[in-house]
């Protein structure tokens, strides 16, 4: 089975504070993705990346950047937490092409 | 402007009975199709797909009807247990497109009544 793990389940952070958001897989996906779930919104892709130091920008990637340096791991990055950016952050990977995503359990960060 | 809309954000029904639920989509390359379901605390867990060269897909329970003309794809789950209480997600993907990249519709909340 396909683990994707997300380092922190619940976290709490500051306005303007820089924040780190860690994922890894354990099944050698080339695609790996960041998404952020809000109300009815469903979830909408921030980045994705294909390949190992490759990335390309979603439909919500302001505020955000990304770090893909080895293959399993994919890493979310604020910049300068924000109160919108109050959420749930979502990790997945899958293998191309057009196989199912598999996420992680999320992470409900909170930006006080 | 959402590309996959899912207008229904909360359905009911009573255990043993069909839960139909619905998703209709602007984006005409959109040639793939998943539904995802999702429980509190846990992320989306991958239940059934279908490719635009098909109508219809089966898996136990749960059935996938494509209506391409349309734009519409619907999930049925007969018979529905309690345990389907979830948020459902459809999202679709264009296959063109490098990643493998969804587009998510904004959930449906079933709940099944025992």
């Known amino acids: 089975d396909v683990k994707v793990t997300q380092s922190s389940r619940y976290l709490v952070k500051r306005t303007g504070e820089k924040v780190f958001l860690e994922c890894v897989q354990d099944m050698d996906h080339e695609n790996m993705f960041w998404y952020r779930q809000d109300p009815g919104l469903g979830l909408r892709l921030i980045y994705f990346?294909?390949?190992?130091?490759?990335?390309e920008k979603g439909d919500i990637p302001e505020g955000y950047s990304v770090s893909r340096e080895k293959k399993e791991r994919f890493s979310l990055i604020l910049e300068s937490a924000s109160t919108n950016q109050t959420s749930m952050y979502l990790c997945?990977?899958?293998?191309?092409?057009?196989?199912?995503?598999?996420f992680g359990d999320g992470t409900r960060l909170s930006i006080l | 402007d959402q590309q996959v809309k899912q207008n229904s954000p909360s359905l009911s029904v009573q255990e043993g009975r069909i839960s139909i639920l619905n998703c209709d989509y602007t984006?005409?390359?959109?040639?793939?199709f998943l539904w995802y379901k999702k429980y509190p605390a846990e992320g989306p867990t991958f239940l059934i797909s279908?490719?635009?060269?098909?109508d219809k897909n089966e898996d136990g329970r749960f059935t996938v009807f494509l209506n391409k003309s349309a734009k519409h794809l619907s999930l049925h789950i007969v018979p529905s247990q309690p345990g389907d209480s979830a948020v459902y997600f459809c999202?679709?993907?264009?296959?063109?497109?490098?990643?493998?990249?969804?587009?998510f519709g904004g959930g449906t909340r079933l709940m099944v009544k025992p």
């Open positions: 990346s294909y390949d190992v130091k490759m990335k």
């Open positions: 997945a990977s899958s293998r191309p092409p057009n196989q199912p995503q598999h």
């Open positions: 984006n005409s390359m959109f040639d793939y």
């Open positions: 999202a679709a993907s264009d296959g063109a497109n490098a990643g493998n990249m969804l587009t």
């Open positions: 279908i490719s635009s060269i098909k």
